[in-house]
């Protein structure tokens, strides 16, 4: 059973950067799907970005801003956040399933089987 910790949230002023990072135990990062999602208190949760065997999706509202990347040796799947903006202020979640997850579901919350407890960005301007 895979667990995660999510951490680096902050806040930040409109055009900066943050890295979130998501700490996975339990399962090697290499044999799992992992997606960041967030959900602000006006919002349902949406999928922002994930990484699978498959490939790597983004959601449109962070395509050219954000980057997900693994460092399978410290078994840390990594969010890069750029070009931040007031709306990007929410509570970001990573989670995780074992195996691969298609390109159609990989930004669905359904899909994932694991979750983080999450950490809060806030974004002023």
């Known amino acids: 059973q895979a667990q995660l910790m999510e951490s680096g949230g902050e806040t930040a002023h409109a055009g900066g950067s943050l890295r979130l990072s998501c700490a996975v135990s339990?399962?090697?990062?290499?044999?799992?799907?992992v997606g960041w999602f967030r959900q602000s208190t006006a919002n349902e949760r949406e999928g922002v970005a994930s990484?699978?065997?498959?490939?790597?999706n983004y959601a449109d509202s962070v395509k050219g801003r954000f980057t997900i990347s693994a460092d399978n040796a410290k078994n840390t799947v990594y969010l890069d956040m750029t070009k931040l903006k007031p709306d990007d202020t929410a509570m970001y979640f990573c989670?995780?399933?074992?195996?691969?997850?298609?390109?159609?579901?990989?930004?669905?919350?359904?899909?994932?089987?694991?979750w983080g407890q999450g950490t809060q960005v806030t974004v002023v301007s």
């Open positions: 339990g399962d090697p990062v290499s044999t799992l799907s």
């Open positions: 990484l699978t065997p498959y490939g790597i």
């Open positions: 989670a995780s399933r074992l195996g691969a997850i298609g390109a159609y579901s990989a930004l669905s919350a359904s899909a994932y089987r694991y």
